[in-house]
């Protein structure tokens, strides 16, 4: 069975820093990858996904995230971030006939000014 | 832009009573999925359906959930007798056939928050 591993629940940084928001997944299968973001009372939104070729995926709002899967991850990264990306961010994996996303715990960025 | 749409967007009962929550998939979407996110915690898999039948459900979705989808466009979710454990909000989510460009990605909808006292 499929899992996802996010390694914080919490990251609060500064505006205009860098972040990364970890994420490991199991899978025995081929997989594809996800990463979505919620942001306060509101549904889920994809940022950016991984189904095949370039290991380097660019999504929205200046987000990208690097498929490794040597070491099962795939990190979220962006290189400045905006008090406006205060959210919760899901990665979530798909693997199997019924395209069933399995999400990780989430983790809560807080972008202070 | 089409989208998943859900209602109602708040719902509060009393516990022991049904609850249909109602889901508009994208028009040409194959694959329909229902998620719950109990307050702080993670996006749970619930069911899937495909093909006018259930293809995939986890131990969640017990004899007291069952899901429809009446008339080609809406898709339903119903709790039977609803406890205070199932006071969560419900994601549905729809996703494209091959045929009707794929892109992998499932469409959520913005949630359906049931209060159970």
């Known amino acids: 069975a499929q899992s996802v591993t996010q390694l914080d629940s919490q990251v609060p940084v500064f505006e205009e820093a860098p972040v990364e928001l970890r994420c490991n997944y199991s899978?025995?299968?081929?997989?594809?990858l996800f990463w979505y973001v919620q942001y306060p009372n509101q549904g889920l939104q994809l940022l950016l996904k991984y189904l095949s070729g370039s290991t380097l995926v660019k999504g929205i709002n200046g987000f990208e995230a690097e498929f490794n899967k040597s070491q099962t991850s795939f990190h979220l990264r962006k290189p400045s971030v905006h008090i406006s990306d205060t959210a919760e961010y899901f990665c979530a994996v798909s693997e199997g006939s019924n395209y069933k996303l399995t999400f990780g715990k989430g983790t809560l960025l807080t972008v202070n000014p | 832009e089409p989208e998943v749409t859900q209602t109602p967007s708040h719902q509060v009962t009393q516990m022991g009573q049904e609850v249909i929550l109602r889901c508009v998939p994208i028009s040409n979407h194959l694959y329909f999925y229902w998620y719950r996110q109990i307050l702080g915690q993670k996006v749970e898999f619930l069911v899937s359906f495909y093909n006018n039948e259930i293809s995939e459900k986890s131990e969640i979705f017990d004899d007291q959930f069952s899901v429809e989808r009446p008339d080609g466009s809406n898709f339903t979710l119903k709790i039977r007798s609803t406890k205070l454990e199932d006071s969560a909000m419900y994601f549905c989510?729809?996703?494209?056939?091959?045929?009707?460009?794929?892109?992998?990605?499932?469409?959520f909808g913005e949630g359906s928050r049931l209060t159970v006292l």
């Open positions: 899978s025995s299968v081929s997989v594809y």
């Open positions: 989510a729809s996703k494209a056939g091959r045929l009707a460009g794929d892109t992998g990605e499932l469409f």
